[in-house]
Every structure is written in structure tokens, then in C-alpha cells.
């Protein structure tokens, strides 16, 4: 008897080639879209949805209709709204810097659908991302990096735990972004060469502080730009608007580069310094997901990524807490961001992560 698979699709090459893989492969393939944004009118809609607005619900429609699989609209605004997007206003307001994708995969895409799918019978989820599952001679699941490094998406799939990735299937991860794309040339998907999504969803014009704005009822009080001695620069136009390490768009004529050093809560400062401030050895790691590997019991070295397009450097780990670890760096790295995920790896696999504090 098939396996049966629900696969989210996007409306994307990456997930409409996938569903075309599972099928290859021999599985019962059922497509849906996760709705999940919070407008009902449709121009709004379309303007903010995102990978899952209404294009792209039309768009996997088609792909469904030419693979000759069944396909679902799944209503998910309120799991979205609550994991996704208020944990990310929360985020900016407390001064830290979010990744709502991380989020997202962890409480939307693999907790609420892979409930919902479990629940009509399916044996597996399945998603257009560029890594891989494996299940390694100590039992545990981990996400393997894909074969290219170029699309690799393993950092946003740090968070999942074992028996999800255990229900998880991620088949475009053994192949190339050219390949995906000639794969769905030759089958004449409409989606062939569309553009890869840049932006985060519910944010399409990248405007994080107007977004936050609008949506948690009015204007973020200005606050004071200081040296790092305390010294006040001028005023800047709320905490929202920065992130550490950031250089440009401060609006401060200091005669030099300088970049953002620390962000302040409480006081409504944005702490600026030199670049050599913002470089630093040792981070603390909060709420972690072991995946590859158990917890350290001492020491463990590791690879880690401290965001998603870091290249990764060499540090040592070790346990503070049940849920707390500190890592420390062989050399200093630039612009360790409080609410981003550190990752640590383990070769080509995912060991585990957790959020930056």
C-alpha cells in the first residue's frame, strides 16, 4: 500500500517540483497551501501574501492539476498569527532581532500541518527545502545539509524536534537549484522560472517598523542615540528600526563609519560604537533543540552559524543550564544578535541550536 504525503506548496519550482519527486517515488501525494494570511480583502491579500497570497494559491492550483494530485487550501491565520506574527512584533519591541521563517517552520509548517495531516491519514509531510533527513546509526533524525551549498537551508530547520522530522520528507535537497528548475522545464510547470521569494511573507516591501506600527497600535517612541561611554549622539526613530551591527540608514554625521553596538529596552537607547565593538567571542544560547546530538555533558566542539547567510566558525560549547548554553569562539565574530538562532554542526549534519541571548 502508498505511503500517503501532503506536501505544502508555495506556489514555488521548489515545492512543485517536489510533490512531481514524491510522486516519482511512489507516494500517494496530497498538495496543499497554508493559508495564513490575515486580510480577507482580496487586493490586500494579494499585496501582502507572500509566498502564500492568492497568485500563489492559483499557482500550486495549476501545478496540483498538471501533476494529477488532489489539492487543499488549509485555513492556518490563526496558528500564523499567533507564532509568526506576534512573536515577531514582540521580538523588535524587546530590542532583539527575530526569524520569523525559524518560527514558522516550527509551529506553522511542521506543528499545526503535520497535526492536521497526521489527523487524515497521511504518514508524511513534505516541503520544497534545500536539505535533507536522515536518520543516523544512534537512532536520532537530523537535517543533513543539501548537496548544494549555494541554496542550503538547514539553519531554519534547527528547531524541529525528533518526531516530526521523523514524519518529515525533504526531497529537492539531493539536487541543485538548476536542476529543480530544468526539472520543471521539461514537465512544463507554469512556475518553471519564477523567482525565488526574497522577502519575509507578511512583510513583502521589507518595511519591518511601518509593519509593526500598523499592527501594534501606534507609533515607537523615539529614543537617544549614545557612544559607547554613555555620551547621547542625537535621536533615532525608535528601537524597531535598528539591529546590531547594522552601518547604514543611523542619519548620525559622525565623520567615520560607525555601526550599531547594542540595543536598549528599557532606556529606549541605541548603542553606538566603533566596528571593532561589535566583534565578540562568546554568546549565551537559550531555548535549544538537540537534534544530531545529545546536550554536551562537558565540552563539545562545533561549527556554528550565528544567522543565515553566515559562513560559520569554530567554537566550543558547553551546558549552563537545563536550556541554556554558552559558546565560545575561536575567533571573535562580527554582530552576535540577541533573537537570532545560533546553529551548531556537526560535519554535514545539524547538531542543534538555539535562540541568541
Known amino acids: 500500500m502508498k505511503k500517503k504525503v501532503v506536501i505544502g506548496m508555495s506556489g514555488g519550482v521548489d515545492s512543485s517540483v517536489a510533490a512531481w519527486l514524491l510522486k516519482e517515488q511512489g507516494y500517494e ?10 486580510e480577507e480583502d482580496p487586493d490586500q491579500v494579494e499585496e501582502n501574501g507572500g509566498c502564500c497570497g492568492l497568485s500563489a494559491v492559483e499557482d500550486a492550483r495549476r501545478v496540483a492539476a498538471k501533476l494529477q494530485i488532489p489539492y487543499y487550501v488549509m485555513n492556518f491565520k490563526e496558528d500564523f498569527k499567533e507564532k509568526v506574527i506576534d512573536y515577531f512584533m514582540d521580538e523588535y519591541l524587546q530590542g532583539r532581532t527575530p526569524n520569523p521563517c525559524i518560527a514558522c517552520n516550527r509551529y506553522v509548517k511542521w506543528e499545526a500541518l503535520l ?9 508524511y509531510i513534505a ?11 544512534n537512532g536520532r533524525y537530523a537535517v543533513r545539509r543539501s548537496v548544494t551549498a549555494a541554496k542550503d537551508q ?7 524536534n525528533q518526531e516530526q522530522l521523523s514524519h518529515t520528507l ?6 541543485t537549484k538548476e536542476q529543480i528548475r530544468s526539472f520543471a522545464g521539461e514537465l512544463g510547470l507554469s512556475v518553471a522560472k519564477k523567482p525565488d521569494s526574497q522577502e519575509i511573507c507578511f512583510v513583502p516591501d521589507n518595511d519591518y517598523a511601518r509593519f509593526i506600527e500598523e499592527h501594534a497600535g501606534g507609533k515607537i517612541p523615539e529614543g537617544n542615540f549614545v557612544w559607547t561611554d554613555g555620551t547621547v549622539l542625537g535621536k533615532h526613530k525608535g528601537i524597531i528600526h535598528y539591529t546590531v551591527g547594522q552601518r547604514k540608514g543611523l542619519g548620525l554625521a559622525m565623520g567615520r563609519p560607525v555601526v550599531v553596538t547594542k540595543i536598549c529596552p528599557g532606556t529606549g537607547d541605541v548603542v553606538i560604537g566603533e566596528e571593532q565593538d561589535v566583534f ?13 546530538a545529545e546536550p554536551p555533558a ?5 561549527l556554528a552559524k550565528i544567522r543565515y547567510a553566515h559562513g560559520g566558525a569554530w567554537c566550543t560549547v558547553r551546558m549552563t543550564g537545563p536550556e541554556e548554553a554558552e559558546c565560545v569562539f575561536d575567533e571573535p565574530v562580527r ?22 541571548r
Open 170 to 175: 525533504m526531497p529537492v535537497g539531493a539536487y
Open 115 to 123: 497535526k492536521r495531516s497526521l489527523e487524515i491519514g497521511a504518514d
Open 335 to 356: 554582530a552576535v544578535t540577541p533573537g537570532q538562532a545560533v546553529v551548531f554542526y556537526e560535519g554535514e549534519y545539524v547538531a542543534g541550536g538555539g535562540t541568541i
Open 154 to 160: 538547514t539553519y531554519a530547520l534547527y528547531n524541529l
Open 127 to 137: 516541503t520544497g527545502h534545500y536539505a535533507r533527513i536522515e536518520q543516523l546509526p
Open 280 to 292: 565578540s567571542r562568546t554568546l549565551k544560547a537559550v531555548r535549544l533543540n538537540w537534534m544530531a
Open 29 to 38: 501525494v496530497i498538495g496543499v497551501t497554508m493559508q495564513i494570511w490575515q
Open 298 to 302: 562537558e565540552e563539545a566542539r562545533f
